[in-house]
């Protein structure tokens, strides 16, 4: 479930500027965590930065290196958004513990900055093909945008994208479990995973 309608039509830049905002001030409890600021590169187009202060979030057009960043391709983009206005097929499907609403929460980009590293999450069996979204945080990220030689790369497949989205498993039992191929090094991205464990660790039976 997403805690936050996404109309049809929805572009881009309405998503970084208006909906993810209003969403993160409602459903965002402000805390003393500090401010984050992440970089959304789309390509080809234009790289904004998402600056997070408690429970308010803003974007802006620019460049400017930052602890974490997140790459995509606008044709991922376009569909994901898509899925979210219409079939919700990629959307969670469980209520985070924790009072963790939103991965735009400062306490989730807490811990992914902590992490110093370059992944690549490459889905190969999604209905528009193969999708790569890449992320990098702490002294990788500020390195600057760039996708080549990520730290590891992670080949996942619908029936797990599926199973963590409903609650099922979390991304560090599927590293775990071998749910998810790993090329390169294995305790990067398994730093990943334990970063935004909080958010998807499926509520208690």
Not at 68 to 83: G, M, N, P, Q, T
Not at 175 to 196: E, H, N, P, T, Y
Request: hydrophobic letters at 45%; glycine letters at 6%.
């Amino acid at each position: 479930m997403l805690p936050f309608e996404v109309a049809p039509g929805t572009t881009i830049e309405q998503l970084l500027s208006d909906v993810l905002p209003k969403a993160h001030a409602k459903l965002v409890a402000p805390t003393e965590v500090g401010t984050f600021e992440v970089a959304v590169k789309v390509t080809p187009g234009t790289t904004y930065v998402l600056s997070v202060d408690q429970n308010k979030l803003c974007a802006r057009e620019s460049s400017a290196k930052t602890a974490i960043w997140i790459h995509l391709e606008e044709r991922a983009v376009v569909f994901f958004l898509d899925d979210m206005a219409t079939t919700k097929r990629f959307v969670p499907k469980f209520v985070p513990e924790g009072g963790f609403t939103m991965l735009t929460d400062p306490r989730v980009l807490r811990r992914l900055a902590m992490v110093s590293g370059k992944i690549e999450i490459k889905l190969a069996d999604s209905p528009i093909g193969t999708i790569s979204l890449f992320i990098a945080s702490g002294a990788k990220a500020k390195e600057g945008i760039f996708v080549d030689d990520p730290d590891a790369t992670l080949e996942i497949h619908m029936p797990t994208v599926e199973k963590i989205l409903s609650g099922e498993v979390g991304p560090e039992a599927a590293l775990s479990d071998g749910s998810v191929g790993i090329k390169g090094k294995r305790l990067v991205a398994m730093q990943f995973a334990l970063a935004v464990a909080p958010y998807f660790k499926p509520p208690p039976m």
